[in-house]
Structures are given as C-alpha cells and as structure tokens.
C-alpha cells in the first residue's frame, strides 16, 4: 500500500480506538473497510463528513470503501448516544434518501471506475428484508450472550439515565442487527474493517465478536472521536439546525459562513480534519495564523477547501463575493449577480419594510425612502440631515435628496438596499 492509513488518521487527529493488529492488516494489501450512513434524510450533514473523511482516506491509501445506508437499522433507530427512539421509515422513502446520499457521496468516493478500490454502495435492507425473525433468533441471536449485549457502555447508560423510560426490545437488537452487517460484508465482500464514531464501539465490536464465532475470521474496528466545539456547543448544527450538504437545504452561503466564523482553536483541528491539505501545508497555515490571527487565514483556507468539495469553485466564489456584499466592498453589480435565495440569507435580519409597486413604479423620493413609507429613520428630519452628510447609499452608490427609487433599483426584481453610513442596512421589500 502506498500510503499508511492508521497514521494519516493519527496525525490528522482523526482516531479514539483502533483494534490491535488493524495497522498491520491494512498495510499487507488492499482491504476493504465500511461505514454506516443512517438514511433518515434525503442529505448528509456535515455531522456526517468524519466517516465520509475516513472513506476518502481510505480509498486514497489504496482500499476500497464502502458504504452502508442503514435502511434496515434506520427503521429500527440505534441507542446510541440517543435518549428516546427516533421516527420508523417506509421502504420508498428509504429509497429516495439511498439514491439522494449516494449523489453527495459522489462528490468524495470513486464509484465508477475500473480500480480494484472502486467504492461501493450497499443497503442493509437488501439482506435484512427477506430474513425471518426465527432465522434471526436462531442463526444469530444464539452466538451472543444477553450479558455480553448488557455491558456495551450504550446500553448501560441509556439504561442508568434518569431522563431515559428504558429502551424498547428494538432497540436492544439494533447491535445484533449492526453486528450481523459486519459479518454479511465480510462473507460477500471480503470486508474485513468497520469505521464509525466513538459511540459506536459497542456495536463495532459485535459485528467482530460474531465474525469470531461464526464467520470462521477476524474482523477490526476503528472509530474516531466526536467532534466537539471548544465552546462547548454542538459541531455541525446552526441557528437554523443541522447544516446540511445538500444546497437547497443549507445554502453554500450558509455553510461557507459556517466554516469561516470557526474559532482559532477549532479552526486549528478542524482544517486536519476536513482537509486533504497535507501535514506541511497545514503547519505552515497555522503559523501564518498565529503571527497573524487576526486575518483569519486558516479559517479562510478551512472555507474554501470544504465549500469547494461538498459544492464547486463556482459556488465558493458566489460565496465570498456574497460575504463580500455585506462585509467589504461591493458595487451595485455585485449585488445584482445575487440570486434571490443568497440574498436572503446575506441579508438575514437585517430591517425591511414594504412597499407597494406602485410607489416605486411612481417614484419613491428619500425621505419617503428613508422615513414616511417605511420608518427606518425617525423622522423627515433625520432623513434629510443624513442625505445632505452624504451618508446614505441605494444599492451601494452614494445618493442625495433629489434621488428617485425606481423599477430599475430592484434587485431581483423586488428589492433595494439602503445603507447609512457603513454600520445601518435596511431593506425594502416591494409587493
């Protein structure tokens, strides 16, 4: 193998556990290794790019990755790291997701190619559907002990939280179910390695345990941490929720801004992480950093590389040039270059107020603007003070009171920016 995968994720900060022996294994040929994608939602979400990472990584060492969209276990939910069941879904919406995800996987994974590491896409309901609960019960349940299930640190404390009613039978099985995953890939592909998060160990190493008893190998695990914030708050969620991959759902605006207002501790792990940027590189980004933290160039970098891979160089580029509207220098033009759904989020609470199109359509003078039609200012006064200081911009140009808004000020077709100086931006919303 040309590259050493255990120590590309070691020094990228990217292991909690690995099995003994894993290391080895992986560098006397080429292995195949899986990670399960819960298919709750037609899109990853950057809480989902660590074991994307790692797939990526593995293919580059030279292995071949595979995906495992948990249609089977996501109609069950997994107890880990969870207090209550999560919601049961149909088999076509299960679909719809698969094809979704396997989309944005693309963008990482090879699928396609004639290699012998060609990433591959499997659903565990394909083997999961037709199997009877007695054949469950019989050829699988009978090789595992209820105590041996009993002592997974998941099910312990689900079972200890006070805040817990218990755990349903279901989701007491969901390691066997997990567990039988790793021994079906193994048999049919050869896979002889799980990846996940820290909190799935417990389930990991059941899918080991029943290679060991029943599938006649050896099987190894590997998990990486779970990411945390050094502010204590929850990675991979916004004010609005999860920030996903998919752009209808988080806009590249969005989850470029994301990146870009990381914290200087994050920014430091984080561009190791989700990076393919080299151990050099990066060690060279940090101490630019460090003399000069203020320019945030590492989180700059860390923006750019991962907006770049989950979209394109083309929405990156919209994405700084919409930060640069409402945080540097911009003309009428760029504005204009904004579609409507980036000029939302650009402009996300900023004050609006509506107008009616015959207003504009009529001539909508400044003070008007400014104060009588839609109260940004308190009074006439104020508004015209403010026009003869020179202070007040339509579209980023500089207007005085004999100023007109018209048709030809909206920008898509339905709004106009109104600055006061460089801190004060309103909207008008035209209806």
Avoid at 250 to 258: A, E, I, N, W
Avoid at 406 to 414: A, I, R
Wanted: aromatic content about 8%.
């Amino acid at each position: 193998m040309s590259k050493n995968f255990v120590k590309e994720l070691t020094w990228r900060g990217m292991i909690h556990d690995v099995m003994p022996g894993t290391e080895e294994h992986l560098m006397e040929g080429l292995r195949s290794a899986y990670v399960g994608i819960d298919p709750t939602a037609d899109s990853l979400h950057i809480g989902h790019l660590v074991g994307v990472m790692m797939l990526k990584h593995l293919q580059e060492a030279g292995h071949r990755p595979v995906a495992l969209v948990g249609g089977a276990t996501g109609m069950i939910g997994d107890p880990s790291g969870k207090s209550n069941e999560r919601n049961l879904l149909d088999e076509a919406t299960l679909l719809q997701n698969q094809n979704a995800l396997k989309n944005q996987l693309a963008r990482f994974l090879d699928f396609d190619s004639d290699a012998d590491n060609a990433a591959i896409l499997v659903n565990n309901y394909d083997w999961m559907k037709n199997f009877s609960f007695l054949d469950f019960i019989r050829d699988v349940g009978k090789h595992i002990t209820v105590n041996y299930m009993m002592s997974k640190e998941s099910v312990k404390k689900r079972l200890s939280s006070d805040a817990s009613e218990g755990m349903s039978f279901t989701e007491f099985t969901y390691q066997l179910v997990q567990g039988y995953d790793f021994l079906h890939l193994f048999r049919e592909l050869n896979c002889t390695l799980q990846m996940g998060g820290s909190d799935q160990w417990g389930n990991i190493t059941t899918g080991t345990e029943l290679i060991r008893r029943i599938g006649d190998g050896k099987g190894y695990a590997l998990t990486c941490p779970l990411i945390t914030k050094a502010d204590g708050t929850k990675f991979g969620k916004s004010e609005a929720g999860n920030v996903w991959l998919d752009a209808e759902r988080t806009s590249p605006y969005k989850f470029y801004q994301y990146w870009l207002n990381t914290s200087d501790e994050d920014a430091e792990r984080f561009i190791k992480i989700f990076t393919f940027l080299s151990k050099e590189e990066i060690e060279g980004l940090v101490a630019e950093h460090k003399e000069a933290p203020h320019l945030r160039q590492l989180q700059r970098k860390l923006a750019e590389e991962i907006t770049v891979m989950v979209h394109s160089r083309e929405e990156y580029d919209n994405a700084v040039k919409a930060s640069d509207v409402l945080f540097g220098k911009s003309t009428a033009q760029d504005l204009k270059n904004l579609n409507e759904a980036t000029f939302l989020d650009v402009f996300e609470g900023v004050p609006q107020a509506k107008v009616a199109r015959e207003d504009i359509d009529a001539g909508l003078d400044m003070i008007a603007a400014l104060s009588a039609k839609t109260e940004f200012l308190s009074s006439n006064g104020e508004a015209r003070r403010a026009l003869k200081e020179n202070s007040i911009s339509v579209n980023k140009e500089k207007v005085g009171e004999d100023y007109t808004i018209t048709s030809q000020d909206l920008l898509n077709n339905k709004y106009v920016i109104i600055n006061k100086g460089k801190r004060n931006t309103y909207i008008i919303r035209v209806e």
